[in-house]
């Protein structure tokens, strides 16, 4: 009971900032705080610890903090203002140990200020705006009393039916990684205590993204080198650069669901990786436990996952229920409770809490005046970082950049959408504070009679998707439809398209249709809106296309009828200004894809490093027995790393400072990059590696590096690389990480496909 007492007053002492040199808890001793607080904790207060609770808005407050306060509840999810989350925490305070509750959300991609979509920040291959995306949400997170994200998504997608394509960074397993150290460092700051930082969880563990014909939930089936290889890199990335948590995925791996995976969550994550943070399930997912079919009910879900070593159960209903009897049964062990509640503990004090539970909470007094004030945006930030992300795929004649002067015809369902400009898990962000693409185009025309507008379509007139689209309904309504019939609607737009001397259509997707469960067969652009884009192609008038959209889509045929098309995925809070900024050229456009756009549906996956075959289909020599679809071109409509700027830049043949390399030795790679057009622009020159003959099949190319440049027009630059033999290991079929001597082909290129080549032998 003494002890009891000191911890109370330690606590509220330390809440004030005024720790005595004689408290006698080690708080400065992390492992010995712990233990010595668990020695006081009831196994009731221990599972308390183990549940993470949604808040919704129909839930009662006052059940909540009493249940917070009997020390039944270790954090919640989903509240995430100050005046929220202070009622909460003073109940955390009121019980008898006190431990602080912490408060999560998925912060993914902005705060209040919502940056473009992750796979819209991975276009931007730029590791300082991608970290400063991941900052800016830190900080707007931690002023709301946050304590942790459910991000960075870092799962590989080579599959763009999948909805939650856009909540990653795309295909391929280098840049994935890259960023998934930059977005956990950006969140973290410093340290996870520190007030403006919030705690990474990386997610999903493991390989969400390959879930089978990209259907969402569904199982993975995979080989271990593929998964050593292309899938797991990132998640490690994401936990060697100090992601404090790791939310496990809903799907199963090779017929083990990832939540009751003792090899994923123990071998490989907590011996192999060495991962001494959070775990927490994803949704519900231990209850999802019976319906994979490998737990008969409740009882058998919650012991699978805490033998797993689940720390957290989210949205709990089962570890509250079921561990006691478990426990009394002898079914589990208590220290399979304990190892849990100790990385809660941990998780809490390395987020700062023990030290100052009001930590990221402040003083009622300090609570903004209003929550979304505009003084609280980031929009300078979010601006730069979304022009950044913009891909230029197509610009003939020198559509691009439009004339300030000119008379522009903007058109399009997506031309006046602040909600879906946000994207989807756009966390905090509000609707009326984004900016559409017919206010930013407006602010740079300024001129009204030179900006035309009408709708033109619908986002889609299916029936089955629409309701679909409300039934998610983020922020009532999702999708609001103009009700006049679609021909009526093009009818208008052709004809306002008269008096234009160019056609800019806002196409694409609604934010709904790339979200979590929102998988598609088809990737078109929804067929009313690919009328309208033949009326208005029909029109004459040079047509370009600005595609918003959560995944790369098919656009074989408005890639045939556009002039130019400029890939904005969705590009958040500053989108409209960001994408103004390029289509008229105050900014020159430098992303690249981080994903393959096939030409159709069939041709999935189309992955750019796939395994090298036996028969590959060679360019201009189709012949038969060749690996191709027989009944359209073989290859990509736009290869990963492809982008285009208002500029050209020609690379020079590769020089390799040798042909050979050791073990220990260092090879450069170096070409001339040359702006040779008319404007200053940047671009993304990257360094493929391809292991020619190997123990294993090896792929046909793999990203190893990449540089983004800036040269001024006519200016040109040596580019270096440095390849080493780490660069050339890879899992054998041993899973032995290790390089293999032999000839390999270096390749340097502005895109995946055209590239020059050298090659060396590995001694
Ligand atoms: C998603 C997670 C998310 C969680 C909490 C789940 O449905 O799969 O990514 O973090 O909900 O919102």
């Given at each position: 009971?003494?002890?009891?007492?000191?911890?109370?007053l330690?606590?509220?002492?330390?809440?004030?900032?005024?720790?005595?040199?004689?408290?006698?808890?080690?708080?400065?001793?992390?492992?010995?705080?712990?233990?010595?607080?668990?020695?006081?904790?009831?196994?009731?207060?221990?599972?308390?610890?183990?549940?993470?609770?949604?808040?919704?808005?129909?839930?009662?407050?006052?059940?909540?903090?009493?249940?917070?306060?009997?020390?039944?509840?270790?954090?919640?999810?989903?509240?995430?203002?100050?005046?929220?989350?202070?009622?909460?925490?003073?109940?955390?305070?009121?019980?008898?140990?006190?431990?602080?509750?912490?408060?999560?959300?998925?912060?993914?991609?902005?705060?209040?200020?919502?940056?473009?979509?992750?796979?819209?920040?991975?276009?931007?291959?730029?590791?300082?705006?991608?970290?400063?995306?991941?900052?800016?949400?830190?900080?707007?997170?931690?002023?709301?009393?946050l304590?942790?994200?459910?991000?960075?998504?870092?799962?590989?997608?080579?599959?763009?039916?999948?909805?939650?394509?856009?909540?990653?960074?795309?295909?391929?397993?280098?840049?994935?990684?890259?960023?998934?150290?930059?977005?956990?460092?950006?969140?973290?700051?410093?340290?996870?205590?520190?007030?403006?930082?919030?705690?990474?969880?990386?997610?999903?563990?493991?390989?969400?993204?390959?879930?089978?014909?990209?259907?969402?939930?569904?199982?993975?089936?995979?080989?271990?080198?593929?998964?050593?290889?292309?899938?797991?890199p990132?998640?490690?990335?994401?936990?060697?650069?100090?992601?404090?948590?790791?939310m496990?995925?809903?799907?199963?791996?090779?017929?083990?669901?990832?939540?009751?995976?003792?090899?994923?969550?123990?071998?490989?994550?907590?011996?192999?990786?060495?991962?001494?943070?959070?775990?927490?399930?994803?949704?519900?997912?231990?209850?999802?436990?019976?319906?994979?079919?490998?737990?008969?009910?409740?009882?058998?879900?919650a012991?699978?996952?805490?033998k797993?070593?689940i720390?957290?159960?989210?949205?709990?209903?089962?570890?509250?229920?079921?561990?006691?009897?478990?426990?009394?049964?002898?079914?589990i062990?208590?220290?399979?409770i304990?190892?849990?509640?100790?990385?809660?503990?941990?998780a809490?004090?390395?987020?700062?809490?023990?030290?100052?539970?009001?930590?990221?909470?402040?003083?009622?007094?300090?609570?903004?005046a209003?929550?979304?004030?505009?003084?609280r945006?980031?929009?300078?930030?979010?601006?730069?970082?979304?022009?950044?992300?913009?891909?230029?795929?197509?610009?003939?004649?020198?559509?691009?950049?439009?004339?300030?002067?000119?008379?522009?015809?903007?058109?399009?369902?997506?031309?006046?959408?602040?909600?879906?400009?946000?994207?989807?898990?756009?966390?905090?962000?509000?609707?009326?504070?984004?900016?559409?693409?017919?206010?930013?185009?407006?602010?740079?025309?300024?001129?009204?009679?030179?900006?035309?507008?009408?709708?033109?379509?619908?986002?889609?007139?299916?029936?089955?998707s629409?309701?679909?689209l409300?039934?998610?309904?983020?922020?009532?309504?999702?999708?609001?439809?103009?009700?006049?019939?679609?021909?009526?609607?093009?009818?208008?737009?052709?004809?306002?398209?008269?008096?234009?001397d160019?056609?800019?259509?806002?196409?694409?997707?609604?934010?709904?249709?790339?979200?979590?469960s929102?998988?598609?067969?088809?990737?078109n652009?929804?067929?009313?809106?690919?009328?309208l884009i033949?009326?208005?192609?029909?029109?004459?008038?040079?047509l370009?296309?600005?595609?918003?959209?959560?995944?790369?889509l098919?656009?074989?045929?408005?890639?045939?009828?556009?002039?130019?098309?400029?890939?904005?995925?969705?590009?958040?809070?500053?989108?409209?200004?960001?994408?103004?900024?390029?289509?008229?050229?105050?900014?020159?456009?430098?992303?690249k894809?981080?994903?393959?756009?096939?030409?159709?549906?069939?041709?999935?996956?189309?992955?750019?490093?796939?395994?090298?075959?036996?028969?590959?289909?060679?360019p201009?020599?189709?012949?038969?027995?060749?690996s191709?679809?027989f009944?359209?071109?073989?290859?990509?409509?736009?290869?990963?790393g492809?982008?285009?700027?208002?500029?050209?830049?020609?690379?020079?043949d590769?020089?390799?400072?040798?042909?050979?390399?050791?073990?220990?030795?260092?090879?450069?790679?170096?070409?001339?990059?040359?702006?040779?057009?008319?404007?200053?622009?940047?671009?993304?020159?990257?360094?493929?590696?391809?292991?020619?003959?190997?123990?294993?099949i090896r792929?046909?190319?793999?990203?190893?590096?990449?540089q983004?440049?800036?040269l001024?027009?006519?200016?040109?630059?040596?580019?270096?690389?440095?390849?080493?033999?780490?660069?050339?290991?890879?899992?054998?079929?041993?899973?032995?990480?290790?390089?293999?001597?032999g000839?390999?082909?270096?390749?340097?290129g502005?895109?995946?496909?055209?590239?020059?080549?050298?090659?060396?032998?590995?001694?």
């Open positions: 009971m003494k002890k009891l007492c000191l911890l109370g330690f606590v509220s002492l330390a809440s004030h900032q005024v720790l005595a040199a004689t408290t006698p808890l080690p708080l400065e001793n992390k492992d010995a705080f712990i233990t010595h607080l668990m020695s006081q904790m009831t196994l009731d207060e221990k599972i308390g610890q183990l549940r993470l609770i949604s808040i919704g808005p129909e839930m009662p407050r006052e059940l909540i903090r009493k249940e917070i306060a009997a020390g039944n509840i270790g954090g919640t999810f989903n509240s995430i203002t100050r005046p929220e989350n202070r009622p909460m925490q003073d109940a955390a305070m009121r019980s008898r140990l006190k431990i602080p509750m912490f408060f999560a959300y998925d912060v993914i991609h902005g705060h209040r200020t919502i940056f473009p979509i992750p796979l819209a920040l991975a276009s931007s291959w730029d590791m300082d705006a991608i970290g400063q995306s991941g900052r800016v949400a830190a900080k707007e997170a931690a002023a709301d009393s304590d942790i994200t459910f991000a960075p998504m870092v799962d590989i997608s080579r599959d763009p039916r999948w909805g939650r394509s856009s909540e990653g960074f795309g295909e391929d397993t280098y840049l994935t990684s890259r960023i998934a150290g930059v977005m956990v460092r950006a969140y973290q700051g410093a340290t996870p205590s520190a007030a403006d930082s919030i705690m990474a969880s990386v997610k999903h563990f493991a390989l969400y993204g390959a879930v089978e014909g990209g259907r969402d939930y569904n199982t993975v089936d995979m080989s271990p080198v593929k998964m050593y290889q292309d899938y797991l990132p998640y490690r990335a994401a936990i060697d650069a100090g992601a404090g948590g790791v496990v995925a809903l799907n199963s791996i090779n017929g083990i669901p990832a939540t009751a995976n003792t090899w994923l969550m123990n071998d490989l994550l907590r011996k192999d990786w060495g991962f001494k943070g959070l775990a927490v399930s994803d949704h519900g997912a231990i209850f999802e436990l019976i319906k994979h079919g490998v737990a008969r009910d409740g009882r058998e879900a012991k699978l996952a805490i797993a070593g720390d957290m159960s989210m949205n709990d209903t089962l570890y509250g229920k079921e561990l006691p009897g478990l426990l009394k049964a002898g079914e062990e208590q220290k399979d304990d190892n849990a509640v100790r990385e809660v503990l941990a809490k004090y390395d987020m700062g809490l023990f030290k100052d539970p009001y930590l990221r909470i402040g003083k009622a007094e300090d609570d903004p209003d929550t979304y004030a505009e003084s945006l980031h929009r300078a930030e979010a601006r730069e970082v979304a022009r950044r992300s913009l891909v230029l795929l197509k610009n003939q004649n020198e559509t691009l950049p439009l004339k300030k002067d000119a008379k522009v015809m903007l058109v399009g369902p997506l031309a006046k959408a602040p909600i879906d400009m946000m994207g989807s898990w756009a966390a905090a962000g509000k609707p009326a504070q984004s900016v559409t693409l017919f206010d930013g185009m407006s602010s740079v025309i300024g001129d009204k009679a030179n900006l035309i507008y009408a709708r033109g379509a619908n986002i889609t007139s299916d029936k089955r629409l309701d679909y409300n039934f998610l309904n983020f922020d009532a309504p999702e999708v609001v439809d103009d009700p006049r019939p679609a021909n009526v609607l093009i009818d208008e737009a052709v004809k306002a398209a008269k008096d234009a160019v056609i800019v259509a806002a196409v694409g997707e609604s934010r709904g249709m790339s979200h979590e929102s998988s598609r067969t088809d990737l652009i929804p067929e009313t809106q690919r009328e033949r009326a208005l192609k029909a029109t004459g008038k040079p370009v296309l600005v595609l918003m959209n959560g995944r790369p098919t656009i074989l045929e408005e890639n045939q009828s556009a002039d130019a098309i400029l890939e904005t995925w969705f590009s958040g809070t500053e989108g409209g200004n960001a994408i103004a900024d390029v289509l008229f050229g105050d900014y020159n456009p430098s992303g894809l981080p994903v393959t756009f096939p030409r159709s549906v069939g041709q999935i996956p189309t992955y750019y490093n796939h395994l090298s075959i036996g028969r590959p289909f060679t201009g020599k189709p012949g038969n027995y060749t191709q679809y009944d359209d071109t073989t290859g990509p409509l736009f290869p990963f492809y982008g285009l700027s208002y500029t050209q830049f020609t690379l020079s590769m020089a390799l400072s040798s042909t050979t390399l050791n073990a220990t030795g260092k090879l450069d790679a170096s070409v001339m990059l040359k702006n040779t057009g008319k404007r200053d622009g940047e671009t993304v020159v990257q360094l493929y590696i391809q292991d020619v003959t190997g123990s294993m792929p046909v190319k793999e990203l190893k590096n990449f983004k440049i800036m001024k027009a006519g200016e040109q630059k040596v580019v270096h690389f440095t390849i080493t033999e780490d660069d050339l290991k890879f899992y054998n079929a041993q899973l032995k990480y290790a390089a293999e001597p000839k390999f082909n270096v390749q340097i502005l895109d995946s496909q055209d590239v020059t080549q050298q090659s060396f032998e590995l001694l």
